[in-house]
């Protein structure tokens, strides 16, 4: 418990820093966290005899968070068509080294460029919104509210399980606590920041309400996501860079979802 709180007591504080700069700050962060997953989600695969490609996974991840930074989404397509070239291109020549399933290596090598490098830079779009900190600053500590409420109930009486064969220990309490929790929790992060911060989001509390439910509602898949590959491959934590809280790819398994889900919803119905 002490490692893991010290741990904490480092992280936050750096995170709520990038957020607050934003810029290349809060890129390099994100685009670091973003590598280390890459790094973390290639070596699960390598545990059942998964190998995709450790150069273009980690440079494609690296090539489309600078991307996602400078452009947002201008040559995002053609940056991720170049990767799945360069991806065939790798694994046929593997192929003629003699790797016995390339077509399977290949699947890897996607699964990562799409899953950490696709998805991940969505943080980085939701700060580049128009008043993207506080956009940041209430879809990011939405899931954090879930996660504790989901874990504190989900732990103390928490009977019937969500998922047993993903993750044993999420129950269908924890997981009913963390969206009760959640909308509430998104209403009064937007009260604190609009009130005492005068950041003058422009959304409403039943608004504010509707975004935390959606958030809370599908974050779980991204903890449940990640859980299926660790179980896969028999670990508990993607890597152990942070005691008490695993990995990077641990660290980001919610955000995954979060960001993309908030992204669409700020743009789309609150802008």
Do not use: C
Request: aromatic share 16%.
């Amino acid at each position: 418990m002490g490692q893991r709180t010290i741990v904490a007591a480092i992280l936050l504080p750096l995170a709520v820093a990038a957020i607050y700069f934003g810029g290349i700050v809060y890129s390099i962060f994100i685009i670091l966290f973003l590598t280390g997953a890459a790094w973390e989600f290639s070596l699960l695969l390598n545990k059942v005899d998964l190998y995709p490609s450790l150069p273009l996974t980690l440079g494609g991840v690296i090539l489309l968070g600078v991307f996602r930074s400078l452009f947002q989404f201008n040559f995002l397509a053609a940056t991720l068509t170049g990767l799945i070239f360069g991806g065939a291109v790798w694994h046929i020549y593997q192929f003629e080294r003699g790797d016995t399933q390339p077509a399977a290596d290949f699947g890897a090598t996607l699964s990562v460029l799409i899953y950490i490098g696709f998805l991940g830079p969505y943080l980085i779009s939701l700060r580049s919104l128009p008043d993207g900190m506080w956009w940041t600053f209430l879809v990011l500590p939405t899931v954090w509210i879930a996660d504790t409420g989901a874990y504190l109930v989900g732990s103390t009486l928490g009977k019937h399980k969500l998922a047993p064969k993903t993750s044993p220990h999420k129950t269908w309490e924890g997981y009913l606590a963390g969206v009760i929790l959640g909308f509430p929790g998104t209403m009064g992060l937007l009260a604190l920041y609009n009130q005492v911060f005068k950041a003058g989001l422009p959304l409403t509390m039943k608004e504010a309400a509707l975004l935390g439910l959606i958030i809370s509602a599908f974050i779980p898949l991204g903890d449940l996501t990640e859980s299926f590959i660790k179980r896969q491959a028999g670990e508990k934590d993607s890597g152990g860079i942070f005691p008490g809280h695993g990995g990077f790819f641990d660290r980001l398994d919610s955000f995954f979802w979060a960001a993309p889900i908030g992204y669409y919803l700020i743009l789309h119905l609150f802008q």
